[in-house]
């Protein structure tokens, strides 16, 4: 009985030990390369598997034990409580390869947080920009503060989205609104991008089949998260008119990863009255063209779902930009249109509904697109990204 007893003991013993790490398995069906592919690990996972552990005690380390930047989201922050939705980190996939193995293990000092190569913010300063960047390009959209007074000859109305062009790989946009003169390249890069009243880099508007009707500056934002790999932040238009007395306001949703030209933005439309016919709005993303500055080369695939824009500046400083739009594989692709100054990509939704797309730029001068074929490549390979995500194949606990 003795005997029995102490069995029981020491198989309760190893039962109770908690485990130590986590043995995560992604796969990957694409054939081509996928660089800084971002692995999203649901949180509740890693709770069930290591009860109890904090985001501030986890390491993640890839299969030859290299520790990987990381970071754990919760876009609810204010309620004080553990809302936490995934745990990130990313891996460049080689061409072939289809599955990777990282581990995440629980540490018993705090992991001091990694540098950050994402940023987002609320800009008072300058009349409420609203601005962003990562490791490889910047962009702004304009606030109430820039549609007063206050912004004298400059003041304006528009949702266009604009971008800044960076040499650097680190962080710019603090810099650059201290420094003020952004549209000189002294060597990190510059602004050179004229948006205007126009969609800019991926701005939307409602389309009637011959106007575009385009909503006033952002009335709120809202950071969600803030680096060191992934941003997130909302900004929230007002009710504008979209024609036969629709009104129409939108949320969009931006998601910035490092090492990516394009940014991931979900736009949730709510519009009444529906249109009588279809229920639906044609919504139509934009890309600017500046043919006072510029000549401009297109290409779309509309199969695939993207359109691009490659300017070559007259300002040889300003050298060469792609700008590009990619819709989500399940979006309801309308065809493409023109206006004097906007390239369009046309989808289909109803109220309520959110519309995937991906909308970025890449200049020249930082190193990474030679060409306007390096730039539709990327476009393309995008595309393809999208078609044939990542999959967490396995997750356990040793």
Known sequence: MKKITLVMLVCSALFARAAEKIVVTITN??????????????????????PGVMIDHLVVKDAAGAVLPAQVTNFEPDEHRDNYLDLLFQHDFAAGEKSATFTIEKTDAPVPPFPAKVFARYVPERFDD??????????????????????GSTRMISSGVDVWSKRVRYLIVDRWYVKGHYHTDTGEGLDMY??????GC???????????????NWKTWKVLANGPIRAV????????????????????????????????IESTF???????????????IGLTRHP???????????KAGWISLW????????????????????????????TPNDRLILAKVKAGETLRYYAGAGWAQSGDFATKDDWNAYLASWAKRLQSPIKIAKIEAQ
């Open 194 to 199: 004229d948006t205007g009243t126009n969609r």
């Open 292 to 302: 006072k500055q510029a000549t401009a080369v297109t290409a779309q695939d509309e």
């Open 311 to 338: 300017e070559d500046f007259q300002n040889s400083m300003a050298g060469n930009l792609g700008t590009g739009v990619i819709v989500a594989p399940d979006t309801r692709l309308a065809g493409l249109a023109e």
């Open 130 to 151: 609203f601005a962003w960047e990562n490791d490889r390009i910047a962009h702004r959209i304009y606030g109430p503060g820039l549609d007063t007074p206050a912004a």
């Open 270 to 284: 709510d519009f009444a009255p529906a249109p009588a016919a279809s229920g639906e709005l044609t919504i139509a």
């Open 233 to 264: 932040f909302e900004l929230a238009y007002a009710p504008w008119d979209a024609g036969g007395g629709v009104k129409v306001s939108e949320t969009k949703r931006f998601t910035v990863d490092a090492g990516h030209n394009l940014d991931e």
């Open 29 to 50: 069906d694409l054939d081509a390369a996928r660089p800084a592919e971002v692995v999203a690990v649901p949180f509740s996972e890693i709770l069930r598997l290591l």
């Open 202 to 216: 991926g701005g939307t508007g409602v389309w009637d089949g011959r106007k575009l009707y385009v909503s006033h």
